[in-house]
């Protein structure tokens, strides 16, 4: 499952095209460097911390400087120093994650983007028109349904919902305008499991592309790419930030072509992300790895205590062989990832005490960071999807597992039940 080779350099964008300068490709401060490791096919662990992260040419300095700054001294009209002119168009620190991102999802591009969301107005801009159409899930996150229904629609952008998990109900909601499969596997909340290899089928027949939300699973566990997807996008706010402690989103993309549209809208609209949120996110995907793998082992064990618990209707875990998804997760992921979602038996209001009872879990929204979260989605992060197909069930407690010491996790859910 490692994601590809660091053998970028040859693949990397002009930062000055995309600007529109019209300069040619971009020699950025780290392109000769990066041609040290171009022969050389590393695993993931270890392009998690190198791929793009060259040491700093001037100083020596081992991790990349947050480049703060929003312009650069040119040697003569045009004499731009490494391609770097504004930072809206590129940010050398930007550019060490974003190359990056690349490297851990086997893509010829990543983009930075200010949010996830930032990253899928970008994308969803750059691939439609007024007149097309996109299929997207009866399960994702809230504030992409809000995108599809609320703002993409009064352009003209047209959607309807399909079961992704079912791909014969993908296939059956595809027209001739269809432009985008949307997907989003594990799916937030609910932890349904879309078979992206089978999706690859549906969208190479019908040219629509597949875009992959990957946000629950990380490119640690799941590399849509190799699977057939078009483009991954991330909220990097969730486990590859890790820390609760950034907002920032991503799309990866290994059809050049396609990469360079995105980039030339991702400088026009503008929803970069920048220096120092940039650092933040590379800094946690440094980790990513190890976290994952603590993610997923403490959420099997909570799990599992949940599926024994009398209080508790439906665990919904892609680790649970009882998942209708478990099979497709097993060919598909790593392992199964740190979120947990469980069906409260007493309804509504007992599954609203839980979240107000629990102590170690933290009562919030968002994902992915080492400390535990615990929300209820109909209330809190899925509120949007009020009254649609989207709607989560009332009963639902979403769980956030993080990293700290299982046994004290269990404590917590323990008491918190009741
Ligand atoms: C949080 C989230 C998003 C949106 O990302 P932001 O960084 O909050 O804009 C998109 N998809 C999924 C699955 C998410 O969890």
Redesign the pocket.
């Known amino acids: 499952m490692a994601g590809g080779a660091v053998n970028r350099a040859h693949h990397r964008l002009g930062v000055t095209e995309a600007a529109g300068t019209g300069n040619g490709p971009g020699r950025g401060l780290r392109s000769g460097l990066m041609s040290e490791h171009e022969h050389h096919h590393y695993a993931f662990e270890t392009l998690a911390i190198h791929a793009g992260q060259e040491a700093d040419p001037q100083t020596g300095a081992v991790v990349t400087p947050i480049y703060q700054v929003s312009t650069y001294k040119q040697d003569g009209v045009g004499g731009l120093r490494g391609g770097y002119e504004y930072s809206r168009s590129a940010n050398p620190t930007r550019t060490a994650l974003e190359e990056n991102l690349a490297a851990l999802d086997g893509g010829r591009r990543g983009l930075a983007f200010a949010?996830?969301?930032?990253a899928?107005d970008t994308l969803l801009r750059t691939v439609t028109k007024p007149g097309d159409h996109i299929v997207i899930p009866n399960d994702a996150?809230g504030?992409?349904f809000r995108l599809f229904s609320k703002v993409l629609s009064r352009w003209g952008v047209e959607w309807s919902v399909a079961n992704t998990h079912d791909p014969e109900s993908v296939r059956a909601a595809v027209r001739p305008n269809t432009k985008v499969i949307w997907t989003?596997t594990p799916s937030?909340p609910l932890l349904g499991i879309a078979d992206i290899s089978a999706l690859a089928h549906i969208s190479h027949d019908t040219g629509a592309l597949l875009v992959v939300?990957n946000?629950?699973a990380s490119p640690y566990l799941q590399q849509p790419l190799a699977l057939g997807a078009d483009v991954v996008v991330y909220?990097t706010?969730?486990y590859m930030g890790g820390h609760s402690d950034v907002?920032?989103?991503a799309l990866v993309t290994d059809d050049a072509a396609l990469g360079e549209e995105l980039a030339y809208h991702q400088n026009a609209m503008g929803a970069v992300a920048g220096p120092f949120d940039s650092w933040l996110v590379m800094r946690g995907i440094k980790t990513l790895g190890v976290r994952m793998d603590r993610h997923s082992s403490n959420a099997a064990r909570i799990a599992e205590f949940l599926t024994g618990h009398p209080k508790i209707s439906q665990v919904l875990y892609p680790g649970l062989p009882e998942h209708p998804g478990h099979e497709v997760a097993a060919k598909q992921m790593r392992a199964f990832g740190g979120m947990v979602s469980f069906r409260h038996r007493d309804g509504e209001e007992a599954a609203v005490q839980v979240c107000n009872r629990a102590e170690l879990f933290t009562l919030g929204e968002?994902?992915g960071g080492v400390e535990s979260l615990i929300e209820h989605p109909g209330r809190m992060t899925h509120a949007s999807a009020a009254g649609s197909a989207l709607e989560v069930p009332s009963d639902l407690v979403r769980l956030s597992v993080g990293i700290e010491s299982v046994d004290d996790l269990l404590a917590d859910l323990q008491r918190a039940l009741g």
């Open positions: 949010s996830g969301l930032a899928e996150y504030g992409t989003e937030n939300d946000t629950f909220s706010t969730k907002v920032g989103g968002s994902l």
